[in-house]
């Protein structure tokens, strides 16, 4: 097989990574220098734009930071550019692995119908970690015939695949559910961590008891485990992703009149610690209550 990626930062770099080591041909496209080096020197084929990559593919990742930018990608400008649908071949597959909105998802899905060409709509959890170590979770929704046809690029770069539905936007759908309840699991834990440290409480007893206790989980854990050692950036979980992903949760809520109350906090203390820590990982927002209440929370 012949597969692309586009859009190689932390995720879509662990994506050509375990595509190679899988044995797939991998061809792959970013806009930043020092990520199309980093290509090259794992084994994958750089492209210097989107049309130029290698023709014709089976399949190709679309890993980019939104709706706008997945729909340029695969669909092109209208101009010179064709996008990704001029580079795979018949029968092949648009795997839409970002998070965006469901509706962006089903619009996609609807401008590749007469195309001969499939989509299977799959965001993807488990961050840095999991897209390096090829250990992603997949929300894929598709006919079950498409899986099965894809099941080797799919197993390549994912350790749990869930067939969430069979068309366009389900994937999106059942993400943006997921990151509701990761949100909210990450600002209560911001939270606890300031009131730890304006109590007095070392962090490290604090991380001990949550770690060891019915509220801990890899979010919490981790999460307090960089917020005792100080590591607010580089940590691979930036912090404008969960403040995009719980804007697309809420958006979701607002189209089908649910009220999301912790979640919408949850938005808000991301805005915050976006606003101040643009650079940051998702912990710099207890940044910002360290900042209010004067205290902070260090291993001891």
């Known amino acids: 097989m012949r597969v692309g990626v586009v859009g190689c930062g932390d995720m879509g770099s662990g994506l050509a990574k375990n595509l190679i080591k899988n044995g797939i041909e991998t061809h792959g496209f970013d806009l930043l220098e020092h990520r199309m080096a980093a290509l090259v020197e794992m084994g994958a084929i750089a492209a210097t734009s989107v049309e130029s990559m290698g023709k014709p593919l089976d399949a190709a990742f679309v890993m980019v930071m939104n709706g706008d930018q997945a729909k340029q990608v695969i669909f092109g400008d209208g101009d010179s ?175 089908l009149e649910v009220p999301l109350h912790t979640a919408a906090s949850a938005m808000q203390l991301f805005a915050a610690g976006k606003s101040k820590f643009p650079n940051g990982d998702n912990q710099a927002c207890t940044r910002v209550l360290e900042e209010i209440t004067g205290a902070q929370l260090h291993r001891s």
Request: with cysteine.
């Open 81 to 255: 550019d064709g996008g990704l649908v001029s580079n795979l071949k018949n029968g092949g597959a648009v795997i839409l692995s970002a998070t965006v909105k469901p509706r962006e998802a089903r619009e996609i899905g609807d401008a590749l119908q007469g195309t001969g060409l499939e989509l299977i709509d799959t965001p993807v959890s488990g961050g840095f970690p999991g897209a390096q170590g090829g250990s992603l979770t997949l929300m894929a929704s598709a006919p079950e015939s498409v899986l099965k046809k894809f099941a080797t690029v799919l197993e390549a770069v994912s350790s749990t695949i869930h067939h969430v539905g069979d068309v366009p936007g389900q994937g999106q759908t059942v993400k943006a559910c997921l990151q509701t309840l990761i949100g909210s699991i990450f600002a209560g834990t911001f939270e606890a961590a300031a009131l730890a440290a304006k109590a007095g409480v070392p962090g490290e007893v604090i991380h001990k008891v949550v770690s060891t206790s019915s509220a801990g989980c890899g979010c919490a854990n981790t999460a307090l485990e960089n917020i005792i050692d100080r590591q607010f950036e580089n940590t691979g979980s930036g912090i404008g992703t969960m403040h995009k992903d719980l804007t697309i949760s809420l958006n979701l809520a607002e189209e």
